[in-house]
T-cell receptor, first 115, second 112 residues
Framework: SAVISQKPSRDICQRGTSLTIQCQVDSQVTMMFWYRQQPGQSLTLIATANQGSEATYESGFVIDKFPISRPNLTFSTLTVSNMSPEDSSIYLC????????????FGEGSRLTVL | DAKTTQPNSMESNEEEPVHLPCNHSTISGTDYIHWYRQLPSQGPEYVIHGLTSNVNNRMASLAIAEDRKSSTLILHRATLRDAAVYYCILLHGSSNTGKLIFGQGTTLQVKP
């Protein structure tokens, strides 16, 4: 299993500002994934962050809005830029398990509220 | 990835078995059936997965229909801690692409 720590766990932000969420994993992983969970909704994949290359974004998500850094094999950041109330969500970091089973481990999420 | 259909909600009594159904009539031969659950205020956690045969682990059992068009997650003895949203997800192949397509899941309530 993997232990994933996210910071901040929650924050209240003002419209138009940006916030960077950090994800730290207790083991080295090639791929890290960022998901969003809007209020009352299910999870949606934002992007895949591979160390040493540009992040790959899913349809509907763009780098200018959600820039991602992946400086090493245990750490990643997701920035939510120029926030609006519609960005109020839980943002979750996840990593694959070591066995090639399709299993993902998730952090507890960062709950953002944009006023 | 093929779509799954689950009931929006289910109720169970504590210490009784729970059978959570999932329909996936368009499943392909290489789609694995994964189950995750999300406890309140937590990220999802992996429960179990299978391809064709029934599977058991310390958390649950997975019963897969012979035609693979449906499956059932079985919690043998529900506890209050099992109250969560349960997601049935099809994953093409066995590799960790990270692209889990979450539906709305089944919200399980466990009554004492």
């Amino acid at each position: 299993s993997a232990v994933i720590s996210q910071k901040p766990s929650r924050d209240i932000c003002q419209r138009g500002t940006s916030l960077t969420i950090q994800c730290q994993v207790d083991s080295q992983v090639t791929m890290m994934f960022w998901y969003r969970q809007q209020p009352g909704q299910s999870l949606t994949l934002i992007a895949t962050a591979n160390q040493g290359s540009e992040a790959t974004y899913e349809s509907g998500f763009v780098i200018d809005k959600f820039p991602i850094s992946r400086p090493n094999l245990t750490f990643s950041t997701l920035t939510v830029s120029n926030m609006s109330p519609e960005d109020s969500s839980i943002y979750l970091c996840s990593v694959p398990g070591t066995a090639n089973t399709g299993e993902l481990f998730f952090g507890e999420g960062s709950r953002l509220t944009v006023l | 990835d093929a779509k799954t259909t689950q009931p929006n909600s289910m109720e169970s009594n504590e210490e009784e078995p729970v059978h959570l159904p999932c329909n996936h009539s368009t499943i392909s031969g290489t789609d694995y059936i994964h189950w995750y659950r999300q406890l309140p205020s937590q990220g999802p956690e992996y429960v179990i997965h299978g391809l064709t045969s029934n599977v058991n682990n310390r958390m649950a059992s997975l019963a897969i229909a012979e035609d693979r068009k449906s499956s059932t997650l079985i919690l043998h003895r529900a506890t209050l801690r099992d109250a969560a949203v349960y997601y049935c997800i099809l994953l093409h192949g066995s590799s960790n692409t990270g692209k889990l397509i979450f539906g709305q899941g089944t919200t399980l309530q466990v009554k004492p």
